[in-house]
Each structure stands twice: as C-alpha cells, then as structure tokens.
C-alpha cells in the first residue's frame, strides 16, 4: 500500500487492510516524525504502543478505537511508548500487556501489564492474532509483535526508519541486539512497522543491514585504539564517530560504551578506571 510521505501527527494513516497508524506529536532528536502507535483489527481492536501521556494524542486514540478496543499492547517501557496505556485503560478498560519496566531513570517503572508476555505468546484476537517475539537490546524487555495474517512486525525500537537504534547500558546490550537482530531473519516477515517512521519493506534485508552496520562501528572502535590505546570513551568518541555531527556525540557515546562492553565480553578489550585498553 502506498504510504503518504509526510508523517503528521493525529493524522491516522491506513498502512494495510488490518492496521493503522496514528502518531503522538512528539517529533524531536529520538523520535524522529513522532512515536508510531498502531490500531490493529475491524471489529474488537489491538493497540500497539499507546505512546507518551499527552492529551491531545490520548483523544485521538479515543477517537479512532471507539469501543471497539480489547488489548494495549507495549513493545517496550522507554518513556515515549508505554506512559499513555494507563490513561487508556482506565478510559476504555482493556487489557495492557507487556514486560515489566526495568528500574532505570528511563523507563516508565510504573508500568504495571494485566498480563505478562515472553517469548512466542500469542495474544488470539479472532480475526488475527498477534506473536510476540523477544528482543532484547535496546531494551531489555523489548518485545516485536507479528501479526501473522499479514507478515507484519511491529518492531517498537528494535528497528526503526531513517535512523539507527541507540543501545545504552546497563539495560541496553549490544551483544543482545545482535543476536536479537540476527533471530528475526528466521521469522516469515514481509514488512515492519517501526516505532518511528514509515513502514520498512524488505524486513531481512533490513536486518542483514543493521547487523552489517553495527559490526562496521565496531571495527571502527578496534581501529580508534591505534591512535589511543588506553582511552576514555570522551577520548574515542570522536574518532569512531567522525563521521557523525559533533551534536550527536553525547548520544553517539552511549552506544559506543555498549561497542565496548561487547568486546569485552569477546575478550578483545579490557577496562581500567575510565579507560579501556585494546588486548
């Protein structure tokens, strides 16, 4: 289906027979257009990450469900996608469902979800049903979500349009993105709808990517060492991310910790204090 160009927030977007995308007017640096929420069904409906608590994209969702809305469903707790399911349920007394927050300053810790979904449960909606696939990596208890009827996967923060994922530790992982990337390629998937952005067709390459991406940054990281070896990740940052904006390299930092951390993990760095050393 062709998608319209411009994301508009509050406008709701027909993205296939089954779904919809309507998005919280929260553009900005990490959101990209805004957080995507989809509404999936005809009849008794799914919605997919209900977004921040802002009130104006709460009436929208009101709007377009109706009383018509059964499950709230939250790929992950990062404050941009899980906040609003609580206003929502009250509203509309459907069930929310998820993994429990992770008690970090960024996550939303007062998620509480009426039912707890781990790897390969299935919500059965009638019409369609929803598979959740387990993700960790962005976050911790990220989850994607198939919908089987259409070779759809809502992917949250696992993958997204126009950008790349940041991974921050602690709860970030890079070694769990990876591998989470990698287990996507034995799924029957022919198009993502991402947390942010318009919809992704030819969703294994997409992943083969990403993975290539992330594997190249961390050649990068090996390379920097040559020039400084120990170092500090405020020393590394600019030379493994040359290639980025100055502006981004606060962010750029996060994720370089977690490069960092996976070599560890592979034994081919070790840290010192603040400094790392190449083995």
Same mark, same amino acid.
């Given at each position: 289906m062709e998608e319209v160009k411009k994301i508009t927030p509050g406008a709701v977007v027909r993205i296939s027979s089954l779904v919809r995308r309507l998005t919280a007017p929260n553009p900005g640096m990490m959101t990209g257009p805004g957080t995507n929420t989809y509404i999936v069904g005809t009849d008794a409906l799914a919605l997919i990450d209900p977004g921040p608590e802002i009130e104006s994209h709460h009436a929208a969702m009101l709007d377009a469900v109706g009383k018509r809305l059964r499950w709230i469903l939250c790929t992950h707790?990062?404050?941009? $996608? /899980?906040?609003?399911a609580r206003a929502l349920k009250a509203a509309t007394g459907a069930e929310v469902i998820g993994m429990p927050a992770p008690q970090y300053d960024n996550q939303d810790v007062d998620f509480a979800p009426d039912r707890v979904f781990k790897q390969g449960d299935v919500l059965d909606c009638g019409d369609f049903s929803l598979r959740a696939?387990?993700?960790?990596?962005?976050?911790?208890?990220?989850?994607?979500?198939?919908? &089987?009827?259409?070779?759809?996967?809502?992917?949250? &923060?696992?993958?997204?349009?126009?950008?790349?994922?940041?991974?921050?530790?602690?709860?970030?992982?890079?070694?769990? +993105?990876? #591998? #989470?990337?990698?287990?996507?390629?034995?799924?029957?998937?022919?198009?993502?709808?991402?947390?942010?952005?318009?919809?992704?067709?030819?969703? $294994?390459?997409?992943?083969?990517?990403l993975i290539a991406h992330r594997l190249k940054r961390e050649q990068k990281v090996v390379d920097a060492f040559s020039a400084r070896n120990p170092a500090t990740l405020d020393e590394l940052v600019p030379i493994? +991310?040359?290639?980025? /904006? /100055?502006?981004?390299?606060?962010?750029?930092?996060?994720?370089?910790?977690?490069?960092?951390?996976?070599?560890?993990?592979?034994?081919?760095? @070790?840290?010192?204090?603040?400094? @790392?050393?190449?083995?």
């Open positions: 707790t990062h404050k941009d $996608h /899980s906040p609003a696939i387990h993700t960790p990596g962005h976050a911790s208890n990220h989850l994607c979500y198939l919908l &089987d009827r259409e070779k759809l996967l809502f992917t949250g &923060d696992h993958i997204m349009q126009g950008s790349t994922v940041v991974i921050s530790p602690p709860d970030g992982d890079m070694v769990a +993105y990876l #591998s #989470s990337l990698k287990s996507l390629l034995d799924f029957d998937i022919e198009r993502i709808a991402p947390g942010h952005g318009h919809p992704i067709e030819a969703p $294994h390459a997409e992943a083969q990517r493994v +991310y040359a290639d980025v /904006s /100055s502006n981004l390299h606060a962010v750029a930092r996060r994720s370089l910790h977690a490069h960092l951390l996976k070599l560890e993990h592979d034994g081919r760095v @070790w840290q010192q204090g603040e400094r @790392w050393k190449l083995r």
